[in-house]
């Protein structure tokens, strides 16, 4: 990565409204179960990124589309509430907003079925618009709850522009070699991993693995047992902080934006990975992916695990 810099973390992704249920276990197949506690609130790993940045101190603007409906103004009102610049987030007349309905058991593990809504409509044409805001970002990052078309179009003018690129690969899903060799950062998690290259499920040597796809660097993230990682210098691992899980949505996307920060600032890879694990491993204490996402000032300590 380069030296610290003030040009943004452009985020191109997902915005979504979280419909968040709380239950004992989750449901199985045709099983209903009973919930409590239920909550609404901005999400989308896109959105969910941009605000874990924007309050660790990044500089963000964002990239996407929500429908013109109530969640669609509760998102945009949310992200524009903590510092993200939403220049780039196009209204869809006639579109609803993405949704996801998400599930949490007690052991903080959850279930997620996902209406993507307005967030299809993000198009190689509106990044071609913000050509210039990605051509001078400092980072893009981008994910796949957006059509591939669109990644793939940022992510070739930001590398053609000397723009580092961090890839989220989520949902998992098949990608071009084109698309991994403009890639200077790619983040997935175990199940991502195994998806693009058969021998990655459960590979001690997945983030190298990966690394022969063309990406600079690989960071595998494992949950609780840590980060593998892969870059020039050679592979390591990282341990987690170990926390009681109240509720792990959001974690990765908290883990991604920090990350994000920490490598604009110009921390070495190291640390830049510890940081993002630490905020990681603060937002599984608390409920929700939005809320639960830290500021800087509580990355100093981590609090202690909620029961």
Do not use: Y
Not at 14 to 21: A, F, H, I, T
Not at 45 to 67: T, W
Not at 98 to 118: E, F, H, K, Y
Request: charged letters at 15%; aromatic letters at 2%; proline letters at 7%.
């Amino acid at each position: 990565m380069r030296a610290p810099t003030n040009r943004p973390i452009v985020v191109l992704g997902s915005v979504n409204m979280d419909l968040v249920l709380r239950c004992e276990r989750l449901p199985a197949p045709g099983e209903t179960v009973h919930g409590s506690g239920f909550q609404r609130w901005p999400g989308g790993k896109g959105a969910n990124q941009a605000v874990a940045a924007a309050r660790l101190g990044g500089r963000v603007a964002f990239l996407g589309c929500v429908g013109d409906d109530e969640f669609g103004r509760e998102a945009t009102a949310a992200l524009q509430a903590e510092g993200v610049d939403v220049t780039g987030l196009r209204s869809v007349a006639g579109t609803s907003t993405g949704v996801a309905m998400i599930t949490v058991d007690a052991a903080g593990r959850n279930a997620i079925a996902l209406s993507g809504g307005a967030n299809h409509a993000v198009s190689p044409a509106q990044v071609e618009a913000a050509a210039d805001t990605l051509r001078g970002a400092a980072l893009l990052v981008c994910q796949l709850e957006v059509p591939l078309a669109a990644v793939e179009r940022a992510v070739a003018l930001a590398h053609a522009a000397g723009v580092p690129v961090l890839l989220n690969p989520a949902p998992a899903a098949a990608l071009p070699a084109s698309l991994l060799q403009q890639v200077s950062l790619l983040v997935p998690n175990e199940s991502e991993a195994a998806l693009l290259h058969p021998r990655c499920a459960g590979a001690p040597d997945a983030a190298a693995l990966l690394r022969t796809l063309g990406p600079a660097t690989v960071v595998v993230t494992l949950g609780e047992r840590g980060v593998q990682v892969a870059d020039a210098t050679g592979s390591w691992s990282a341990a987690a902080p170990q926390v009681v899980a109240h509720d792990t949505t959001g974690a990765g996307d908290t883990f991604v934006g920090a990350l994000a920060v920490a490598l604009t600032e110009g921390q070495p890879l190291r640390d830049a990975v510890c940081f993002a694990q630490q905020a990681a491993a603060i937002s599984v204490t608390r409920a929700g992916a939005m809320p639960s996402m830290p500021r800087r000032g509580e990355l100093s300590v981590l609090p202690e695990a909620a029961a």
